[in-house]
């Protein structure tokens, strides 16, 4: 298996430009997880996605942010308009099951930069 | 909320043996832990679940003590590979979410 894939991986861009990330989920696994890494606050859950249905959405920073999961291969983070507080890494992860019992595949990241 | 995890940073000696704990405030189900090198995606370690379980493979292992909500990671003579930030991830009971900690980086020196 080709494992968790993300794009870009690299995305630099300037303040006020939407900004769309995507994620191919591992074959099979029925969760979807969005993260956001940074040094001041580590890693944070955005939002996770169970059978391409969002579950948990709570993480979202704001209403720029939104993430959707049209089928069970392909899923995407939106940010509109990107402001410079936004640059982080974004990860995303797939699993079998839920959070606390399976273990989570991180995709390779999508590295941010907002200028 | 937000598992602590201590120490936030530790430097050894090939061959040395390290523990990271990593600990909550609320009553845990289970407790993840993952390494990530630097510039990569974490990789998952193990998972522990309720019931103060220790796992293992290799030289790392790992326990979680129901009682006190913490859990320890121990890396047995370390070697280089063994570098990198490691982070737990908890769960409470009924979550289907992970919350992580901060981190420990972890540096393996010749």
């Known amino acids: 298996d080709a494992g968790v894939i993300q794009s870009p991986r690299h995305e630099v861009t300037e303040m006020g430009q939407e900004v769309t990330l995507r994620c191919k989920p591992i074959?099979?696994?029925?969760?979807l997880f969005w993260y956001r890494q940074t040094m001041m606050r580590g890693l944070e859950l955005l939002i996770y996605?169970?059978?391409?249905?969002?579950?948990?959405d709570s993480g979202m920073p704001e209403d720029r942010f939104s993430a959707k999961m049209p089928n069970a291969s392909f899923s995407t983070l939106k940010i509109q308009p990107s402001e410079p507080r936004d640059s982080a890494v974004y990860f995303c992860?797939?699993?079998?099951?839920?959070?606390?019992?399976?273990?989570?595949?991180f995709g390779p990241g999508t590295r941010l930069t907002v200028t | 909320q937000q598992p602590v995890q201590s120490p936030q940073a530790v430097i050894l000696r090939e061959g040395e043996d390290a523990v990271i704990n990593c600990s909550s405030s609320k009553a845990l189900y289970s407790v993840h832990w993952y390494r990530q090198k630097h510039g990569e995606a974490p990789v998952f370690l193990m998972i522990?679940?309720?019931?103060?379980e220790q796992k293992g493979h290799d030289k790392i292992s790992a326990s979680f003590n129901e009682k006190k909500q913490q859990s320890s990671l121990y890396l047995t003579a370390s070697q280089l590979s063994y570098s990198g930030t490691y982070f737990c991830g908890t769960a409470i009971q009924g979550a289907q979410k992970l919350v992580f900690g901060q981190g420990t980086r972890l540096t393996i020196n010749p």
């Open positions: 992860a797939s699993s079998l099951g839920p959070g606390p019992g399976y273990e989570q595949y």
């Open positions: 074959s099979g696994h029925d969760y």
């Open positions: 522990l679940l309720k019931g103060g």
């Open positions: 996605f169970n059978n391409n249905v969002p579950i948990d």
